[in-house]
């Protein structure tokens, strides 16, 4: 079973940066797809970015295109979410996940979850 933890969100201001990172532990994410979701008070949670299982590949929702790059790093078994230019609307808990599709994901293509961490743009 892997398990994931998120750092990096906090408060910023609009137009500014964060980088979130998603460690793994007990196994290797090495052979999955990983995944960046967002939660915001009061809505669903939904797909913001996947990368797969090598780094070959990101797809991302057309909200965070251009701002938001998804990576990984397989030998320290980390993913991170550069994330610039940060609006108000992108204000939402974040939730790294493993699984198995990288591209046009649902929740249930993700079997693993990490707590996720807070980001809030302020105006």
């Known amino acids: 079973q892997v398990q994931l933890a998120e750092s990096g969100g906090g408060l910023v201001q609009a137009g500014g940066s964060l980088r979130l990172s998603c460690a793994a532990s007990r196994r290797s994410i090495s052979s999955y797809a990983m995944g960046w979701f967002r939660q915001a008070a009061g809505k669903e949670r939904g797909f913001v970015a996947g990368?797969?299982?090598?780094?070959?590949?990101?797809y991302y929702v057309d909200s965070v295109k251009g701002r938001f790059t998804i990576s990984r790093d397989n030998a320290k078994n980390t993913v991170y979410l550069q994330m610039n230019s940060l609006k108000p609307e992108d204000t939402a808990v974040y939730y790294c996940?493993?699984?198995?599709?990288?591209?046009?994901?649902?929740?249930?293509?993700?079997?693993?979850w990490g707590q996720g961490t807070q980001v809030t743009v302020s105006s």
């Open positions: 990368i797969s299982w090598n780094g070959d590949s990101t």
């Open positions: 996940a493993a699984g198995s599709k990288w591209y046009q994901p649902t929740l249930h293509d993700y079997a693993y």
